[in-house]
Structure formats: structure tokens, C-alpha cells
């Protein structure tokens, strides 16, 4: 099968789900690209999708949920919503700012997925505006499509949920952070792993378990380097460079951690000469192993973003992930 099989839904469920969110403008724009479809509406001017994003927005944000990853900071768009609230600008005001502040990425990046533009699109940009392409009236004038309408709403919650237990958390984490960092180190070369790691994956993803290329492999830190600060190897594995560039710097669920410490403990019954050093980083015992590892997660889990934007997420049981792994990146 190839990258060309796939449909105009698989290109908007892989822009929605797979494309990286920082913030929530993504999926703000996959709503009113969908609502001015619905419109039939095809040619849209900037101050139009300002109005509809103003007006979006401040319903959005009365329930007080950040709306962007990087705690004490905020998006453009929470900046309007509370000069307008605050009667410092009136609507019209708010609403010629959020076309000057709030389109700056989300407009270009769209259709970016795993750093590459996906080969259809569902707008073309203009100096105007943006021209809603067929391919928007083609998924959202079918019925069917609800479920996709619902995915997006779910999304934008689960990024707000996410983003909201990082914020809250802020004062812990940067305690966290610094403890590691003191204890930390700086990088080494971890590719030199690879034919050690590759022994136990046998050519598999860590993370989706489909079959990685030899020459789209990467050496990744599970519990995110950004948190933990060293290159042990217990932490290491190999993965799609799509799995790791996906992931980023975000934490992968408890699933991901009970794989590693089973991985760990295969390296350690098996001899490798790297089992001392294993035993030395995380204890002589299988349950020290277990209890110190699982505490380094529990302390990520207060400063990191969950990788998909929801706890226990698993791309490896997820079809349309694997799916888009095994025809879109792989071919």
C-alpha cells in the first residue's frame, strides 16, 4: 500500500492526531475551517477568521484552562481574551489584533506532519485570506464525518488537560528539574548503542512495533533526556525517527516504562557486559531496579507533557498510528 492510497480523512486524522500541538491553534483552525465549510463558504479573509477565532476563544476560555505547553507564559490569543475582558479593548479592537498576533505559524503549519507537508491540502493560503480547498467539503459534508468533528473537540480537551496539570505543577518542576540537573551530565554520543539496544528490538519500534529501516532509526530517551539530564542506557532504545520526532520531549505512558523495565532486566539475565553498569545506575535487585526507575518516571510525570495528550496512550495498539507509520512514513 502505498502513500497514495491514503484518503483526504487519513490526511486530516494524521494533521489532527500526529501533527506536534505546543499550543492549541490547530486545532482552533481545524474547527473553522469546518465551520465555514459548513457555511459553504470558500474564500475566507483574514479578519473573518479572526472574528471566528475571537468568538471561539472566549467562550473556550471560560473555563480558565491554559492554552499553550510552556508554563508562565501565554498564547496571543489568551493575551486578547483577557484585555477584552478586562475592558481594555473593545471587540472590534480584539478582533484586529487576533489578525495581527494570532496567525503568525498555525496558517503555514498547518498541513506539516513529521516535519514534511502532507501532499494534499485543505486551504491555500492568500494575502487576503485562505481559500477552503474541495477536500474540507468533501470529508465534512458527509454525516459520517461526526466522529472526526468529535475527534477534534476531544483533542483540544486533552491538550488543555495537559497543559493545565504542567502549569499547576510549575513550582515542583523546576525543584525536580534541578535536583537532576545537578546529577546530570552533559550528552554523550548514544548512537554507539545501537547494536546492543538492536539486539533485544530485533528491528522494531520501540513505541509502534512495526519494522524500522536501517537507515530511519534513532537512539531515544524514553524518559525524555530534557527531564533526567544523562544517557544511560537503561533509558535508551530505538525507534522510527516519525515515533521519536512525535514524542519530542513529552513523556510516554506507564506501558512504555513496564516494556523498559522488562527490557532492562533481559539485558541484565543475559550477561552483556552493560548489566553492571545497569545494576549500578538503578540497584543490585530486581525490585531496587524497579522502585528507582519508577520514582525518576513519577517525578518526570509532574514536568513533562503525556505523548499524546492523554495518559496511557499506546501508539503500538492504536491502528490508525501503526497504519500511518507502516504506509505513510516507512514507504
Not at 474540507?136 to 459534508?141: A, G, H, K, W, Y
Not at 459520517?144 to 468529535?150: A, G
Request: charged share 25%.
Amino acid at each position: 500500500m502505498s502513500v497514495f492510497e491514503y484518503n483526504n480523512e487519513d490526511y486530516w486524522r494524521a494533521i489532527i492526531l500526529y501533527g506536534l500541538n505546543q499550543a492549541t491553534y490547530k486545532i482552533a483552525l481545524g474547527q473553522s475551517l469546518i465551520r465555514f465549510s459548513e457555511q459553504g463558504k470558500t474564500t475566507i479573509r483574514m479578519n473573518e477568521l479572526a472574528e471566528d477565532f475571537f468568538t471561539m476563544y472566549l467562550k473556550r476560555l471560560i473555563n480558565g484552562k491554559p492554552q499553550l505547553a510552556t508554563p508562565n507564559r501565554q498564547t496571543a490569543m489568551e493575551r486578547i481574551i483577557n484585555l477584552y475582558n478586562n475592558g481594555l479593548l473593545n471587540r472590534t479592537q480584539a478582533i484586529e489584533r487576533v489578525e495581527r498576533e494570532a496567525f503568525n505559524d498555525v496558517i503555514d503549519r498547518f498541513h506539516i506532519v513529521d516535519k514534511s507537508n502532507i501532499p494534499i491540502k485543505f486551504y491555500e493560503k492568500t494575502k487576503q485570506g485562505i481559500i477552503i480547498s474541495d477536500n474540507v467539503f468533501e470529508i465534512f459534508s458527509k454525516n459520517e464525518n461526526v466522529e472526526l468533528v468529535n475527534e477534534l473537540n476531544s483533542r483540544w480537551d486533552l491538550l488543555e488537560s495537559a497543559f493545565e496539570i504542567k502549569r499547576n505543577n510549575s513550582q515542583l518542576v523546576n525543584d525536580l528539574r534541578n535536583f537532576y540537573l545537578i546529577n546530570g551530565y552533559e550528552r554523550t554520543d548514544i548512537t554507539k548503542n545501537r547494536s546492543v539496544l538492536n539486539g533485544y528490538q530485533n528491528n522494531v519500534c520501540f513505541y509502534c512495533g512495526e519494522i524500522m529501516n536501517e537507515h530511519d532509526v534513532h537512539v531515544d530517551h524514553v524518559i525524555p533526556r530534557q527531564f533526567i539530564n544523562n544517557d544511560e542506557i537503561y533509558n535508551l532504545v530505538l525507534s522510527h525517527s516519525f515515533c521519536n520526532l512525535h514524542k519530542s520531549d513529552n513523556l510516554p505512558g506507564i506501558h512504555y516504562l513496564e516494556k523498559l523495565i522488562e527490557r532492562n532486566e533481559y539485558l541484565i539475565k543475559s550477561n552483556h557486559p552493560i548489566s553492571s553498569k545497569i545494576k549500578i545506575q538503578l540497584g543490585k535487585s530486581q525490585l531496587d531496579r524497579r522502585k528507582n526507575i519508577l520514582k525518576i518516571y513519577t517525578d518526570a510525570e509532574t514536568a513533562l507533557y503525556p505523548w499524546g495528550g492523554i495518559k496511557g496512550y499506546n501508539p503500538a495498539t492504536d491502528p490508525f498510528y501503526r497504519t500511518f507509520i507502516r504506509n505513510f512514513i516507512i514507504n
